[in-house]
């Protein structure tokens, strides 16, 4: 336990640093207030450098996300990049339109520059998966995204990509980390004014002519959709790209189409958490002539989330469900190559691809493995994330997803049916695979460490009546897939995984059951017998977590 006059020596050392006028008066306040607490949380450690970069809130000291922290990584990134032997490479830096994007990417730019590297920064906040195209149609060596996705309004992040435009996986991301941790002081990071380029509209119209090859020519256009872009920065990309699709121009969700980076009506700009689409509902309930379709992205526009009518009410479609849906509109287009998906997401991919006769992949959690499968053709992740144009974007894309849905409701809409029919077909035909998730946000980190151990320690050995038939922990890496922090338990007709997630400080348990279904007048009887089980699943695996 350091004393508090070692603390206060700490944070002013870092207040004589501190680059940020904001950020230098809030830490000044702490000091002269002496408020140990909140100093001692700012300075427990720093922010940890991994394969997802860096993520945290926006604030003063080495424990939150703030311009000291960023000029570090983009430090630690330039010596990564020179020690690699790309010494005069091009280094690709997007931003959205958070609190303090923009002065994390030209920070960024600056120190690239300093250290010898070239750097061009977009023109203006664009969807991330702007950014990982421009990697690669630039030959650049690495990019730096400033996003925090659908996290909380006070967050913000830096993600890093390398030149293959996928996201950094091991070892990287501890050699970045290294390199981080050996910059001694800002001092001395060189960081000009200037001698950075800012890109033109030329990148951006290069990213929008690759949308236009997720379609098929001949497809039909017909299908009408609303659409919410969260508060983010998705907006203008989609309808630019609608528009050169020759879509019906999509109705905006108007409270929340514009950039805000306070996201003032929801509550977490995640189109999966409670809320977040009623204003997409009530727009949708009040258009004419009805909408076919509800598409919304998250604020950087790297996922997309999709609801349909079903019945009266509008539905939110899950991950998967989005995931299977796409999946056999590729394969009924005659798509070749690679299916990919990571292990928390629905084994009805599998399914889909065997009975095509394709490739398929199961990988560890996150794009930058799903994007890293050999003859990728699709990748999805059940959390909203759909790659299906690997050669354009080795990352999940909301906006080509969207597209490619848009083009799926269309087809079925001239041929009188909808993506539940669709969703109905594959339940026939595979058997039914219902998805859900157990997700606990904690305040307390040490809470899901205590989870994993219990879990670690006395396995269940039966999860709603079902028989665990195995049990694995991860850590140690199977046949296919290197170790990560995760469990899986596989049972009579159900799976189950368990891990921490990567991002925000949340356990996450990812669900599934088959349920047989033999004809048509068993669906119902089927999704009950699904529901069920999940809810036990749920129930069992709660108590045995001690969650």
Same mark, same amino acid.
């Given at each position: 336990?350091?004393?508090?006059?070692?603390?206060?020596?700490?944070?002013?050392?870092?207040?004589?640093?501190?680059?940020?006028?904001?950020?230098?008066?809030?830490?000044?306040?702490? $000091?002269?207030?002496?408020?140990?607490?909140?100093?001692?949380?700012?300075?427990?450690?720093?922010?940890?450098?991994?394969?997802?970069?860096?993520? #945290?809130?926006?604030?003063?000291?080495?424990?939150?996300?703030?311009?000291?922290?960023?000029?570090?990584?983009?430090?630690?990134?330039?010596?990564?990049?020179?020690?690699?032997?790309?010494?005069?490479?091009?280094?690709?830096?997007?931003?959205?339109?958070?609190?303090? *994007?923009?002065?994390?990417?030209?920070?960024?730019?600056?120190?690239?520059?300093?250290?010898?590297?070239?750097?061009?920064?977009? &023109?203006?906040?664009?969807?991330? @998966?702007?950014?990982?195209?421009? $990697?690669?149609?630039?030959?650049?060596?690495?990019?730096?995204?400033?996003?925090?996705?659908?996290? &909380? &309004?006070?967050?913000?992040?830096?993600?890093?990509?390398?030149?293959? =435009?996928?996201?950094?996986?091991?070892?990287?991301?501890?050699?970045?980390? /290294? %390199?981080?941790?050996?910059?001694?002081?800002?001092?001395?990071?060189?960081?000009?004014?200037?001698?950075?380029?800012?890109?033109?509209?030329?990148?951006?119209? /290069?990213?929008?002519?690759?949308?236009?090859?997720?379609?098929? &020519?001949?497809?039909?256009?017909?299908?009408?959709?609303?659409?919410?872009?969260?508060? #983010?920065?998705?907006?203008?990309?989609?309808?630019?790209?609608?528009?050169?699709?020759?879509?019906?121009?999509?109705?905006?969700?108007?409270?929340?189409?514009?950039?805000?980076?306070?996201? @003032?009506?929801?509550?977490? @700009?995640?189109?999966? %958490?409670?809320?977040?689409?009623?204003?997409?509902?009530?727009?949708?309930?009040?258009? +004419?002539?009805?909408?076919?379709?509800?598409?919304?992205?998250?604020? !950087?526009?790297?996922?997309?989330?999709?609801?349909?009518?079903?019945?009266?009410?509008?539905?939110?479609?899950?991950?998967?469900?989005?995931?299977?849906?796409?999946?056999?509109?590729?394969?009924?287009?005659?798509?070749?190559?690679?299916?990919?998906?990571?292990?928390? *997401?629905?084994?009805?991919?599998?399914?889909?691809?065997?009975? /095509?006769?394709?490739?398929?992949?199961?990988?560890?959690?996150?794009?930058?493995?799903?994007?890293?499968?050999?003859?990728?053709?699709?990748?999805?992740?059940?959390?909203?994330?759909?790659?299906?144009?690997?050669?354009?974007?080795?990352?999940?894309?909301?906006? +080509?997803?969207?597209?490619?849905?848009?083009?799926?409701?269309?087809?079925?809409?001239?041929?009188?049916?909808?993506?539940?029919?669709?969703?109905?077909?594959?339940?026939?035909?595979?058997?039914?695979?219902?998805?859900?998730?157990?997700?606990?946000?904690?305040?307390?980190?040490?809470?899901?460490?205590?989870?994993?151990?219990?879990?670690?320690?006395?396995?269940?050995?039966?999860?709603?009546?079902?028989?665990?038939?195995?049990?694995?922990?991860?850590?140690?890496?199977?046949?296919?897939?290197?170790?990560? !922090?995760?469990?899986?338990?596989?049972?009579?007709?159900?799976?189950?995984?368990?891990?921490?997630? =990567?991002?925000?400080?949340?356990?996450?348990?990812?669900?599934?059951?088959?349920?047989?279904?033999?004809?048509?007048?068993?669906?119902?009887?089927?999704?009950?017998?699904?529901?069920?089980?999940?809810?036990?699943?749920?129930?069992?695996?709660?108590?045995?977590?001690?969650?």
């Amino acid at each position: 336990m350091q004393d508090n006059s070692e603390l206060i020596a700490r944070a002013q050392a870092w207040l004589a640093e501190d680059p940020d006028p904001e950020t230098r008066e809030e830490l000044a306040k702490l $000091i002269d207030a002496e408020d140990t607490a909140e100093l001692t949380a700012r300075f427990a450690g720093t922010l940890q450098f991994g394969t997802a970069g860096l993520r #945290g809130e926006l604030g003063a000291g080495p424990m939150r996300m703030n311009r000291s922290v960023v000029i570090r990584a983009a430090a630690g990134l330039a010596a990564y990049l020179k020690a690699k032997g790309r010494t005069d490479g091009l280094v690709v830096i997007g931003y959205d339109a958070r609190h303090k *994007s923009a002065d994390f990417a030209r920070d960024t730019a600056a120190v690239m520059t300093g250290a010898g590297l070239r750097a061009a920064v977009l &023109p203006r906040p664009l969807p991330t @998966p702007v950014l990982a195209f421009a $990697i690669r149609h630039l030959g650049a060596v690495a990019g730096v995204e400033v996003t925090a996705s659908h996290n &909380p &309004p006070r967050d913000n992040g830096y993600k890093v990509y390398l030149g293959d =435009g996928s996201q950094i996986v091991p070892p990287a991301d501890a050699e970045i980390a /290294a %390199e981080i941790a050996a910059v001694a002081s800002l001092h001395d990071v060189p960081r000009p004014e200037a001698g950075w380029e800012t890109l033109d509209e030329a990148v951006l119209g /290069a990213y929008l002519a690759r949308t236009d090859a997720v379609l098929a &020519p001949e497809s039909p256009r017909t299908a009408r959709v609303v659409y919410t872009a969260m508060h #983010g920065v998705g907006k203008d990309t989609l309808l630019a790209a609608f528009d050169r699709a020759g879509f019906p121009a999509p109705t905006l969700v108007a409270e929340q189409a514009e950039p805000d980076p306070d996201f @003032p009506t929801v509550a977490f @700009p995640n189109p999966e %958490e409670p809320g977040a689409m009623d204003l997409a509902f009530a727009t949708a309930a009040r258009t +004419t002539p009805a909408p076919d379709l509800i598409i919304a992205n998250d604020p !950087d526009a790297d996922r997309c989330a999709a609801a349909v009518k079903d019945g009266a009410d509008w539905r939110m479609l899950r991950g998967d469900e989005v995931g299977a849906l796409l999946a056999a509109h590729l394969v009924r287009r005659g798509a070749r190559g690679t299916f990919a998906e990571s292990i928390v *997401s629905s084994s009805l991919l599998g399914r889909i691809a065997e009975k /095509a006769g394709l490739p398929y992949e199961e990988t560890l959690t996150g794009f930058k493995w799903i994007a890293r499968v050999d003859g990728l053709r699709y990748g999805y992740e059940e959390a909203l994330g759909y790659c299906v144009d690997p050669e354009g974007v080795r990352d999940k894309d909301g906006i +080509t997803a969207a597209l490619l849905l848009t083009e799926l409701a269309s087809e079925l809409k001239e041929r009188g049916r909808t993506f539940l029919d669709l969703l109905d077909d594959l339940a026939l035909e595979h058997g039914l695979h219902a998805t859900d998730q157990l997700s606990v946000r904690v305040e307390d980190l040490s809470l899901i460490a205590d989870a994993m151990r219990r879990l670690r320690e006395q396995p269940p050995t039966e999860l709603a009546g079902l028989p665990v038939t195995k049990a694995e922990d991860l850590t140690r890496g199977t046949d296919t897939l290197p170790p990560t !922090d995760g469990l899986r338990y596989t049972l009579d007709g159900a799976r189950v995984i368990v891990r921490p997630s =990567g991002t925000e400080p949340k356990l996450k348990c990812y669900l599934e059951v088959v349920v047989p279904v033999a004809g048509q007048a068993d669906l119902p009887a089927a999704r009950a017998r699904a529901t069920d089980l999940l809810a036990a699943i749920k129930r069992d695996l709660s108590a045995a977590a001690g969650i």
